[in-house]
């Protein structure tokens, strides 16, 4: 466990060296500022825009940080041959993969907060009231949807040649994902056989990133996900996250490292 | 004289020149563009392509009306036609129809659809107790893309002017007045507020006999002439003219409603109402 938390931090602080997380916050932050700048019919209470404005920022910058530190992690390693290293120390091919992954999911978990603490911040200053909880929930399901992202990321960096194919296919998918994968039942009923299993059969087997948004419970101001939902919904996760770490595994452990 | 206050006074005679050149240009070059001042970025970078922006941006504000429950893509035939729910009175027929239409959501047809609604706003609400102000800034840029949508400016007038911003809800109706010089909806809309809020029935009355008239010029030839709103405009002058005293006038709008109207039931009672109270004077 200990070389895992090792690896992870080294994840860690290439988060804090590279800029792409600063550049995606200030962006941001500009934006925001910009919109809530706005005078709209000498209402200074009109506040929902600028939540939706704000998470929306968030959803795309976390998942731009997931899949693009995610995505170079095992090509780096093996481009700058510091793979063999690494493995000679000695660590197992599954502790590189568990020490990348929980470094990124925890990288991201920490970009997360800062981001939150920005829109409850904006949205705080703007009602009059912090809805803390709503803001837990929001970014706990949000971070457990990213350690899904982040195993898939994985995968295609064991399986794609180029970390640029690897973000560019992983971002289709899991945007499809979250604009599509609710209906895809829907729109399997109205196809005729074989087309309709086909669909059905994928609607089953991708995992539903669309539940871990719960953007509209806090641009709205619903009253929470249940608790135990929230809770099964991250088992969920937890069982996709495991199973494609472990086809990571099962193809990174048989793979040429020479380029 | 030195080198260094040489290019200083260059600089500045360079920046007089520039500022000169650019009082002579700017009205000309606002003649070539032919667009005038009025002309946005956003129309000048998205063309004729911002209408389906307005519209999108317009539909954000009913979805924001509903508090995020409101169909989808795939429910899109279930979607609301028009407007009228988002000013419509509570209990009234135009809200208990949109009730019904609204109930999108199909028994989950699976474990996972299921589930799944746990994450989903399922409940229909509409935005209230000063709430309704939060359309606005989606209704704002809507008319910033496409001020021919005359819809926007009237659900638009309506929230400011129910949170008492009168003035401001006023200022947006006459942009819209400006953009669309012919529609009567909007000279309806201005009128309302004159009588509601300003409680100035000369002004209202003017507003809606130009609002009558409009609607006379543009409507008779129509296949569907948008009979809800004459009646509208009529019965609101009849109203206005039976307080000022004038029944004789109120008897002949509440006739013009009636003969135009899906329940002239009613309205046949207030004329002979009226005309009874006329015959006593």
């Known amino acids: 466990m200990n070389t895992v938390i090792a690896l992870s931090q080294v994840v860690i602080k290439e988060l804090y060296r590279r800029k792409d997380f600063y550049v995606l916050f200030v962006l941001t932050a500009v934006i925001t500022l910009a919109l809530a700048s706005a005078n709209l ?7 929902r825009y600028l939540k939706e404005v704000v998470l929306l920022l968030i959803w795309i910058s976390a998942l731009v940080i997931a899949i693009t530190t995610t995505a170079r992690q095992i090509p780096a390693e093996r481009e700058n041959r510091t793979i063999f290293p690494l493995l000679a120390k000695p660590v197992t091919r599954g502790q590189v993969i568990l020490g990348k992954f929980l470094g990124c999911w925890l990288a991201c978990g920490i970009a997360l907060v800062i981001f939150y603490l920005f829109f409850g911040l904006v949205s705080g200053s703007r009602e009059r009231s912090w809805d803390v909880l709503g803001y837990v929930q929001g970014l706990w399901l949000q971070w457990v949807m990213l350690g899904i992202v982040i195993s898939l990321v994985l995968l295609g960096s064991v399986t794609f040649t180029a ?45 539903h990133l669309e539940w871990y948004d719960v953007r509209d419970f806090l ?14 919904a991250t088992l969920y996760a937890a069982l996709y996250a495991a199973l494609l770490l472990f086809a990571t595994w099962v193809v990174f452990r048989r793979k040429a490292l020479n380029l | 004289m030195s080198t260094r206050r040489q290019s200083a006074l260059i600089l500045l005679s360079l920046a007089a020149a520039c500022f000169a050149l650019a009082t002579t240009l700017q009205p000309r070059a606002t003649a070539w563009s032919s667009r005038g001042d009025s002309a946005s970025i956003l129309k000048v970078l998205l063309g004729d392509g911002r209408r389906l922006f307005a519209d999108y941006f317009f539909e954000k504000a009913d979805v924001y009306f509903h508090s995020g429950y409101y169909p989808s893509i795939f429910d899109r035939n279930q979607a609301p036609k028009d407007t009228r729910h988002m000013t419509a009175e509570e209990d009234s027929p135009a809200e208990k129809e949109h009730e019904e239409k609204m109930n999108f959501l199909a028994t989950p047809r699976d474990w996972l659809e299921r589930f799944g609604r746990h994450f989903l706003i399922t409940e229909h609400t509409h935005l209230s107790g000063g709430n309704e102000r939060e359309i606005l800034p ?23 002017r129910d949170m008492g911003k009168v003035s401001e809800a006023e200022q947006f109706l006459r942009e819209g007045l ?25 002004r209202a009355r003017n507003v809606w006999e130009l609002a009558l008239r409009r609607w006379q010029e543009q409507q008779p030839g129509k296949k569907e002439p948008d009979l809800l709103a004459l009646t509208d405009i009529a019965v609101n002058l009849a109203r206005l003219e039976e307080s000022a005293g004038n029944l004789e006038r109120a008897i002949v709008y509440l006739e013009l409603a009636r003969q135009h109207s899906l329940q002239p039931g009613p309205l046949q009672q207030q004329i002979e109402e009226l005309k009874r109270k006329a015959g006593r004077k």
């Open chain 1, 41 to 47: 019919f000498n209402d200074t209470k009109i506040v």
């Open chain 1, 163 to 207: 970390p640029s194919s690897n973000a560019t296919i992983t971002f289709i998918v899991v945007v499809g994902i979250l604009l599509l994968g609710r209906h895809l039942n829907q729109a399997a009923l109205q196809q005729v056989e074989p087309l309709r299993t086909l669909i059905y059969t994928i609607y089953f087997l991708i995992p």
């Open chain 1, 219 to 232: 641009i709205y101001d619903h009253r929470l996900v249940g608790w135990a939902n929230c809770a099964l």
């Open chain 2, 138 to 160: 989606w209704l704002r840029l809507s008319a910033e893309l496409d001020p021919q949508r005359i819809d926007t400016y009237t659900v638009a007038a309506y929230s400011p």
């Open chain 2, 178 to 202: 400006r953009a669309n010089p012919g529609s009567y909806e909007i000279l309806f809309e201005l009128g309302r507020l004159y009588q509601q809020n300003y409680h100035d029935a000369r």
